[in-house]
């Protein structure tokens, strides 16, 4: 079983609907991030969390909103989708103060 | 943020050492060079990181300059799996986070 999943992996939406990409890992790791990648482009961080009760901002994260609802569970809602949110989403884990992250399958999201 | 660059891409015969270079002249000196690569659209895989010395792992070599403003991720013996994105990307403790590029796209020829 993979250590850090993603659900659903792919989803057509249209403008103006809230939707919810989650995310989840079996790693044992307190800190957990989301990116999102846009074609031909590195990734960019949306949000990060440190643990269940910590919370923060990533260079991108006007539109979007996140909740740590558990140490292994962190999910992304997007509360009115526009279609210049479509792109490539990806969840991932960290272990502590080492930046070595462990990053789940992605999730391909497209809004019409 | 301190900035890295990398060329857009290089090419590789299958079997020989590819040499990826990276530059990051404003590295501080608490900022650690990590190395990812990306294949296809899969979700990043962690390589390799360091600070001042050289690093080896099972994948891969990494040699940062004395000044650390340049390093060179090794890949030994290069296969055709090895054809991806390679990221090269600070982690700063203060900020807390990494900062991706665009990366360099390396890809393995026969």
């Known amino acids: 079983d993979a250590d850090v999943t993603q659900t659903p992996r792919n989803r057509i939406t249209k403008t103006g609907k809230r939707i919810m990409l989650e995310c989840s890992q079996t790693k044992g790791h307190d800190r957990m991030y989301w990116y999102r990648q846009d074609p031909g482009l590195g990734l960019r961080l949306i949000y990060y969390?440190?643990?269940?009760?910590?919370?923060n901002k990533g260079e991108i994260s006007d539109g979007y909103s996140v909740s740590r609802q558990a140490q292994a569970k962190f999910s992304l809602s997007l509360e009115s989708a526009i279609p210049n949110q479509t792109a490539l989403y990806f969840c991932?884990?960290?272990?502590?103060?080492?930046?070595?992250?462990?990053f789940g399958p992605g999730t391909r999201l497209l809004v019409l | 943020d301190a900035k890295t660059t990398q060329p857009p891409s290089m090419d590789c015969a299958e079997g020989r050492a590819a040499n990826l270079p990276c530059n990051h002249s404003t590295i501080s000196g608490n900022e650690y060079v990590y190395w990812y690569r990306q294949i296809h659209s899969q979700g990043p895989q962690y390589i390799i990181h360091?600070?001042?010395n050289n690093e080896t792992n099972e994948m891969a070599s990494l040699i940062i300059t004395e000044d650390r403003k340049s390093s060179t991720l090794i890949l030994p013996h290069a296969t055709l799996r090895d054809t991806a994105v390679y990221y090269c990307?600070?982690?700063?403790?203060?900020?807390?986070?990494?900062?991706f590029g665009t990366g360099t796209r390396l890809t393995i020829i026969p």
């Open positions: 969390s440190f643990d269940v009760k910590d919370i």
């Open positions: 360091g600070l001042k």
């Open positions: 991932a884990t960290s272990f502590g103060d080492t930046e070595t992250q462990y």
């Open positions: 990307i600070f982690y700063n403790f203060g900020n807390e986070k990494l900062t």
